[in-house]
């Protein structure tokens, strides 16, 4: 990552909640909308695609074939940062300082509670992210592969992703309305960093 990458970050880290109430608020929006309780944010990257550049190699060029800078978000904690596209989302998000501050437990999340319609056994506050994530104390990631019908497993899956599609959304939301967005950016990446 270079220090542009660091700089943004540390901007956008003041649009983070300092504040236990603040998250708890996120988490019970989460649990209203979309029935995920203890969920701070949807974590997600988009490859924006970039005109192949010279003597580049393959540090843009990403697993779907093509050359771009990855846009990591994390809905409602409004992250958001730039990085080679050769790197997945997990990738991405383990070179973060955002990663740094949730594993230090700096990001003054509210403290573990009993998840509604239990008795005990308390729960951590999280993250949601797809496959590309790791598994985490406070990243939640769907089980892999098909789960059959009906099992815990499934139902999981199902709740994470309805949870987890707002940052989905943000990006498709994103991609029609700045309509640079849906081609190829003819710019070097540190000004498409900078467009983006």
């Known amino acids: 990552m270079t220090s542009n990458v660091e700089d943004a970050i540390m901007a956008a880290a003041a649009c983070v909640p300092k504040y236990q109430?603040?998250?708890q608020q996120?988490?019970?929006?989460?649990d209203q909308k979309w029935n995920y309780p203890h969920c701070c944010g949807s974590i997600d990257g988009k490859h924006i695609c970039l005109q192949a550049q010279i003597n580049t190699g393959s540090d843009y060029f990403n697993y779907k074939g093509f050359f771009s800078i990855v846009l990591l978000a994390i809905v409602d904690a409004?992250?958001?940062l730039r990085c080679q596209g050769r790197l997945s989302d997990g990738g991405v998000?383990?070179?973060t300082t955002f990663k740094k501050l949730l594993e230090t437990s700096s990001l003054n999340l509210p403290s573990m509670k009993v998840l509604p319609g239990r008795i005990s056994s308390t729960s951590p506050f999280v993250f949601l992210g797809d496959e590309a994530f790791a598994l985490q104390p406070h990243m939640m990631t769907p089980f892999p592969g098909t789960q059959q019908k009906g099992s815990p497993a499934r139902i999981y899956n199902y709740r994470h992703s309805r949870a987890r599609r707002v940052v989905e959304n943000t990006f498709g939301i994103?991609?029609?309305?700045?309509?640079?967005?849906?081609k190829p950016m003819l710019l070097e990446p540190q000004n498409a960093e900078r467009v983006v």
Request: proline share 0%.
């Open 21 to 23: 109430e603040e998250w």
């Open 26 to 30: 996120i988490a019970n929006d989460f």
């Open 78 to 80: 409004t992250i958001a």
């Open 93 to 95: 998000f383990a070179n």
């Open 174 to 182: 994103m991609s029609v309305i700045f309509r640079v967005f849906r």
